[in-house]
């Protein structure tokens, strides 16, 4: 008997179908160990190696592992197999569990990757298992360790302004969403009229300027359109014109083609942008449902920036699109999906996401069989020939207006490719040329409907703000975060209030203003003309492309991580030196609350020589000593938060609560004290630390509210607990942090998009 260890529950029940009775296949829920959650940033280290850090167990991990371990035992288990998934974090999680298994007296360990949950592929790949890669394992701990350095000391430093944390890619990703916003605001509209008629169905747009005329119509940048114009006393001729003449004639007539060619299978970016724009899915949504999909072998590894797929896959491929469409829809083998990448950011170490099974033309599930059809389209659609177009260039002229009118007439004459690949809700085009007299002398009549022709008068408008697939191709483009960071990177932002998700895209809340442009420029080096700014874009692709190397062994792990924990240690320096010039926001917020406490008499001893009315006189580390007397004489009442967050947690404690009062010396809440250092935060500490149990299945009330959620959502049971990677509602977890109030957050999102479409 073997034990094969996968990550997920839903991969685990997909393999153990495939490997029968001769293994148990169990999962270990993703990271089993990891950096002790301790205030340490950095631990020792000799020169030349990384640091050694005592990794400690994560959530509910042992538990997990202590399952494994015995389940080995009562199965009198000779070999362990490894899968857990074929990426930098799979490989830190594989390295784990060896040491974990070999300490516990197992010594036939054996690592096992698959790109695909295929019988196959799993029977394949556990006759290649191997050892675990270290340059992987290097990788991921440099990356724990720069975010860890960067997470403790400069959130800490953030605190100072109410600043949860600032982050190596979450920071600069949240830039992106504020210099957006600020290009917004900065942006000056340039007002236009237009105007265009339809006639025999086919719409006419007015040209009023050639490139050339002085007067033509430019925006904000200088970029011409011929069809604006500012003269509106024009656009009242033409639209006079034509209501009065009520046709047009055919000036001239160019016949012309187009093809255009099928795109690369999909990589995680170009996924979760497809699935925005089709299926107006967020990342996490799409991640959620491709992850389903993966574990149940239906589709290839989803974390992935290589457009490469396998040549057996392109073969059926072929075979299916020359049985299904015919041979003149094959395109030349082996089409956009035989070489990789040209990003030289990518890692390129799977080959795309594409389905399993070509063949396979639907699955079960509404939400996943949506994204399979896009993928198994795209994936077809890299096999297949180009499409063709035959179109004509109209120009017209109507009486009393002397500026042309122009049209395009367009029809598809070879599908090719789109064939394959039309998303729902896209136009489909015309497949023959219409019955029309599109030739020189030609007249049209105006189409008989409400408004024709049309006047418009507008402004142009500024830059989108991004939506969430938007700011992954910015990512993207930038060279920051990697396919396994996209998703969570926007979670965390939105999770900690630095934007906010609405139907105008992804909006910076004052915190995240705050973030960006007082708090992360504190980390900038003015004498480094290179890398002067640590949390730039450029900076943080720089590191990326530093794991990159470690990854595939080009450089040495203890250089690139020596190399950051200088840089950061110097900016970080700049940093403290800039923020004590002037007093904080939270310093002058603590002012304000001790001061009202001081009497007079104190308050002149205390100031003698300060002025704290004017910040230009009083720098940081004085407002701190001012701070340091009042807080030592002064009882700080809790804040509104402490109290909020104190009686929330008293609402879940088992015990007295009179029992948890006397722990801090004070008989009720309203005895309670303020500050880091006050019986508030001390009671806070107590109250979670005895209210942390063990995970319990959702409780019944639960339950209930998910079912009616689910129902105004119009989704069954597997379709609402695909949100939370699970099969139904007996696998939901309660808790404050359980999978089932994960999973009404979801739903009442869905419920509000649901109830503004209907409006």
């Given at each position: 008997?073997?034990?094969?260890?996968?990550?997920?529950?839903?991969?685990?029940?997909?393999i153990?179908?495939?490997?029968g009775k001769e293994?148990?296949?169990?999962?270990?829920?993703?990271?089993?160990?990891?950096?002790?959650?301790?205030?340490?940033a950095?631990?020792?280290?000799s020169?030349?190696?990384?640091?050694?850090?005592?990794?400690?167990?994560t959530?509910?991990?042992?538990?997990?592992?202590?399952?494994?371990l015995?389940?080995?035992?009562?199965?009198?288990?000779?070999?362990?197999?490894?899968?857990?998934?074929?990426d930098?974090?799979?490989?830190?999680?594989a390295?784990?569990?060896f040491?974990i298994?070999?300490?516990?007296?197992?010594h036939?360990?054996?690592?096992?990757?698959?790109?695909?949950?295929?019988?196959?592929?799993?029977?394949?790949?556990?006759?290649?298992?191997?050892?675990?890669?270290?340059?992987?394992?290097?990788?991921?701990i440099?990356?724990r360790?720069?975010?860890?350095?960067?997470g403790?000391?400069?959130?800490?430093?953030?605190n100072?302004w109410?600043?949860?944390s600032?982050?190596?890619?979450?920071t600069?990703?949240?830039?992106?969403?504020?210099?957006?916003e600020?290009?917004?605001?900065?942006?000056?509209p340039v007002?236009?009229?237009?105007?265009?008629?339809f006639?025999s169905?086919m719409?006419?747009?007015?040209?009023?300027h050639?490139?050339?005329?002085?007067?033509?119509?430019r925006?904000?940048?200088?970029?011409?359109?011929?069809s604006?114009?500012?003269?509106?006393?024009?656009?009242?001729e033409?639209i006079?014109?034509?209501?009065?003449e009520?046709e047009?004639?055919?000036?001239d007539s160019k016949?012309?083609?187009?093809?255009?060619?099928?795109?690369p299978?999909?990589?995680?970016d170009?996924?979760?942008?497809?699935?925005?724009?089709?299926?107006?899915?967020?990342?996490?949504?799409t991640m959620?449902?491709?992850g389903?999909?993966?574990?149940?072998?239906l589709?290839?590894?989803?974390?992935?920036d290589?457009?490469?797929t396998d040549?057996?896959?392109?073969?059926l491929a072929?075979?299916h699109?020359?049985?299904k469409?015919?041979?003149?829809?094959l395109?030349?083998a082996?089409?956009?999906?035989?070489?990789?990448?040209s990003?030289?950011n990518?890692q390129?170490?799977?080959?795309?996401?594409?389905?399993?099974?070509?063949?396979?033309?639907s699955v079960?599930?509404?939400?996943?069989?949506r994204?399979?059809?896009?993928?198994?389209a795209?994936?077809?659609?890299?096999?297949?020939?180009?499409?063709k177009?035959?179109?004509?260039?109209?120009?017209?002229?109507?009486?009393?207006?002397?500026?042309?009118l122009?049209?395009k007439?367009?029809?598809?004459i070879?599908a090719?490719?789109e064939?394959?690949?039309?998303?729902?809700g896209?136009?489909?085009?015309?497949t023959?040329k219409?019955?029309?007299?599109?030739?020189?002398?030609?007249k049209?009549?105006?189409?008989?409907?409400?408004?024709?022709?049309?006047?418009v008068?507008?402004?142009?408008?500024p830059?989108a703000?991004?939506?969430?697939?938007?700011?992954?191709?910015?990512?993207?483009?930038?060279?920051?975060?990697?396919?396994?960071t996209?998703?969570?990177t926007?979670k965390?932002?939105?999770?900690?209030?630095?934007?906010?998700?609405?139907?105008a895209g992804?909006?910076?809340?004052?915190?995240?203003r705050?973030?960006?442009?007082?708090?992360?420029?504190?980390?900038t080096d003015?004498?480094d003309?290179d890398?002067?700014?640590?949390?730039?874009?450029?900076?943080?692709?720089?590191?990326?492309?530093?794991?990159?190397?470690?990854?595939?062994?080009?450089?040495?792990a203890?250089?690139?991580?020596?190399?950051?924990?200088?840089?950061?240690?110097?900016l970080?320096?700049?940093?403290?030196?800039?923020?004590?010039?002037t007093?904080?926001?939270r310093?002058?917020?603590?002012?304000?609350?001790?001061?009202?406490?001081?009497?007079?008499?104190?308050?002149?001893?205390i100031?003698?020589?300060?002025?704290?009315?004017?910040?230009?006189?009083?720098?940081?580390?004085?407002?701190?000593?001012?701070?340091?007397?009042?807080?030592?004489?002064t009882s700080l009442?809790p804040?509104e938060?402490q109290?909020?967050?104190v009686n929330?947690l008293?609402?879940q404690?088992?015990g007295?609560?009179?029992?948890?009062?006397s722990t801090v010396?004070?008989?009720s809440?309203?005895e309670?004290?303020g500050g880091?250092k006050g019986t508030?935060?001390?009671l806070i500490?107590y109250?979670l630390?005895?209210?942390?149990s063990?995970?319990?299945?959702a409780s019944?009330?639960q339950?209930?509210?998910?079912a009616?959620?689910?129902?105004?959502a119009?989704l069954d049971e597997a379709?609402?607990?695909a949100?939370?990677?699970?099969?139904?509602y007996s696998?939901l977890?309660?808790?404050?942090?359980?999978?089932?109030?994960?999973?009404?957050?979801?739903?009442?999102?869905?419920g509000?998009k649901g109830?503004?479409?209907?409006?």
């Open positions: 008997m073997d034990l094969l260890i996968v990550e997920s529950g839903a991969k685990s029940k997909t153990q179908k495939y490997l293994y148990v296949v169990m999962a270990c829920g993703g990271h089993v160990e990891d950096l002790p959650q301790s205030k340490n950095t631990w020792p280290y020169e030349g190696e990384l640091p050694k850090p005592a990794w400690g167990w959530k509910g991990a042992e538990k997990t592992v202590g399952n494994m015995k389940k080995a035992a009562d199965k009198k288990v000779n070999t362990i197999y490894v899968a857990t998934d074929p930098r974090e799979g490989e830190f999680i390295w784990r569990l040491a298994f070999t300490k516990a007296g197992y036939d360990i054996r690592r096992v990757t698959f790109n695909a949950i295929t019988k196959k592929q799993v029977e394949e790949s556990i006759s290649k298992a191997s050892d675990v890669n270290m340059d992987l394992v290097e990788a991921a440099v990356r360790l720069m975010d860890r350095l960067v403790f000391r400069a959130s800490n430093f953030a100072s109410n600043i949860k600032l982050g190596r890619v979450q600069p990703t949240c830039g992106f969403i504020v210099d957006r600020l290009e917004r605001e900065a942006f000056v007002p236009y009229y237009s105007a265009h008629t006639a169905n719409k006419f747009i007015v040209r009023f050639e490139k050339d005329d002085e007067d033509g119509w925006d904000s940048d200088g970029k011409f359109d011929s604006r114009t500012n003269d509106r006393q024009m656009v009242d033409v006079a014109a034509l209501e009065s009520k047009i004639m055919v000036e016949e012309g083609s187009r093809v255009t060619k099928p795109k299978a999909f990589t995680t170009t996924l979760l942008q497809a699935a925005g724009s089709y299926l107006g899915w967020g990342v996490g949504k959620v449902v491709a389903a999909l993966y574990n149940a072998g589709i290839t590894y989803l974390r992935t290589s457009t490469r040549p057996g896959a392109r073969n072929r075979a699109i020359e049985s469409w015919g041979s003149d829809h395109g030349t082996p089409g956009p999906g035989a070489g990789g990448t990003d030289s990518a390129d170490a799977h080959e795309a996401i594409r389905p399993t099974n070509v063949e396979l033309e079960e599930d509404a939400e996943q069989n994204l399979y059809s896009l993928i198994r795209r994936f077809l659609a890299t096999q297949m020939s180009e499409a177009y035959s179109s004509m260039a109209l120009t017209a002229k109507v009486k009393g207006f002397n500026r042309p122009t049209s007439v367009e029809w598809r070879h090719g490719w064939a394959a690949f039309i998303p729902t896209r136009k489909q085009p015309f023959k219409p019955d029309l007299d599109l030739m020189p002398g030609a049209h009549t105006l189409d008989d409907i409400e408004e024709n022709p049309v006047f008068e507008d402004e142009t408008k830059t703000r991004f939506r969430q697939p938007s700011l992954v191709a910015q990512m993207k483009k930038s060279g920051i975060g990697r396919p396994s996209y998703a969570s926007i965390k932002l939105l999770d900690r209030k630095y934007c906010e998700s609405g139907s992804l909006e910076p809340t004052t915190s995240g705050t973030c960006w442009l007082e708090v992360a420029p504190h980390y003015s004498e003309e890398m002067s700014f640590i949390f730039s874009a450029e900076f943080t692709a720089d590191m990326e492309h530093s794991l990159d190397l470690i990854e595939r062994g080009d450089r040495p203890h250089e690139v991580w020596d190399t950051f924990v200088v840089k950061f240690k110097k970080h320096a700049i940093a403290l030196e800039l923020k004590s010039k007093p904080t926001p310093q002058k917020a603590l002012f304000d609350r001790l001061w009202a406490e001081t009497d007079e008499k104190r308050r002149a001893e100031l003698t020589g300060i002025d704290v009315d004017d910040e230009s006189k009083i720098t940081g580390e004085q407002m701190k000593g001012v701070l340091d007397k009042l807080t030592s004489e009442p804040s938060a109290l909020k967050f929330s008293l609402e404690f088992k007295e609560k009179s029992e948890a009062f010396g004070v008989s809440i309203d309670l004290t880091r508030a935060s001390n500490a109250l630390e005895n209210t942390e063990a995970p319990s299945p019944p009330k339950l209930k509210f998910i009616n959620l689910a129902e105004k119009e379709a609402a607990c949100l939370v990677n699970l099969k139904n696998e977890m309660g808790g404050r942090n359980g999978s089932a109030s994960t999973l009404i957050n979801e739903l009442k999102k869905r509000k109830s503004k479409r209907k409006k």
